[in-house]
């Protein structure tokens, strides 16, 4: 199966940048769609973007339009979210998901997860 590391996180004040990272382990990533995830206390697990393996479709959540860019370096077996002008309420625990060729918002579309990489904004 699958398996999958992110990293990347930290601490950040608000307005700043952060870029995760989501590589593959034993696997190419070039022929699964990629999602990006969050779970923050007390709130609701939220989907954040995702990248199909074609790269014809990327994926928004509203809240984090216009900031986050997803991408992938197939050459890397890595894919990429890009978060700028970072505010307190994406403070979150990060995970990235695969699944096979196209995105889905939902989780249980998702076969394989990666560990998560904490997000702190915060000044």
């Known amino acids: 199966q699958l398996q999958l590391v992110e990293s990347g996180g930290g601490l950040v004040q608000p307005g700043g940048s952060l870029r995760l990272s989501c590589a593959a382990s034993?696997?190419?990533?070039?022929?699964?769609?990629i999602g990006w995830f969050r779970q923050a206390p007390g709130k609701e697990h939220e989907a954040v973007s995702c990248?199909?393996?074609?790269?014809?479709?990327?994926h928004y959540a509203d809240s984090v339009k216009g900031r986050f860019t997803i991408s992938r370096d197939n050459a890397k077996n890595t894919v990429y979210l890009q978060m700028n002008s970072l505010k307190p309420e994406d403070t979150a625990i990060y995970y990235c998901?695969?699944?096979?060729?196209?995105?889905?918002?939902?989780?249980?579309?998702?076969?394989?997860w990666g560990q998560g990489t904490q997000v702190t904004v915060s000044s």
């Open positions: 990248i199909s393996s074609t790269e014809l479709a990327k």
């Open positions: 034993g696997f190419r990533l070039d022929n699964y769609a």
């Open positions: 998901a695969a699944r096979g060729y196209y995105c889905s918002n939902s989780r249980s579309q998702f076969n394989s």
